[in-house]
């Protein structure tokens, strides 16, 4: 059993940053892959970044550049830093564990969510 609890989420200027963080708790964390979804009002939860047990990283299309995903697991923590943040990004960011996938529904936990908006 993994629970996910994510902070860091908040509103920002076109080309400013962020850093989000998910706290994890259970033995099992390092086993997991981590990811980061998002999901804007209307849309559908869509694909972020990944990375594996051993750091491992892939990314969305969209943020490749911008956004950094890092795991330290001593810490049980996943970062995802987002740099040069445009309005398009503004949604809901959830953190995930599971399996390697770019499917949310491959993932077993999910944090409660953290809101980011960038403001044009």
């Known amino acids: 059993q993994v629970q996910l609890v994510e902070s860091g989420g908040g509103l920002v200027q076109a080309g400013g940053s962020l850093r989000l963080s998910c706290a994890a708790s259970?033995?099992?964390?390092?086993?997991?892959?981590m990811a980061w979804f998002r999901q804007a009002p209307g849309k559908e939860r869509e694909f972020v970044t990944t990375?594996?047990?051993?750091?491992?990283?892939y990314y969305t299309d969209s943020v490749k550049g911008r956004f950094t995903i890092s795991r330290d697991n001593a810490k049980n923590t996943v970062y995802l830093r987002m740099n040069n943040l445009k309005p398009e990004d503004t949604a809901v960011y959830y953190c995930?564990?599971?399996?390697?996938?770019?499917?949310?529904?491959?993932?077993?936990?999910w944090g409660q969510g953290t809101q980011v908006t960038v403001s044009s």
């Open positions: 995930a564990a599971g399996p390697i996938s770019r499917s949310y529904l491959d993932y077993d936990y």
């Open positions: 259970g033995r099992t964390f390092s086993r997991h892959a």
């Open positions: 990375i594996t047990w051993n750091g491992d990283t």
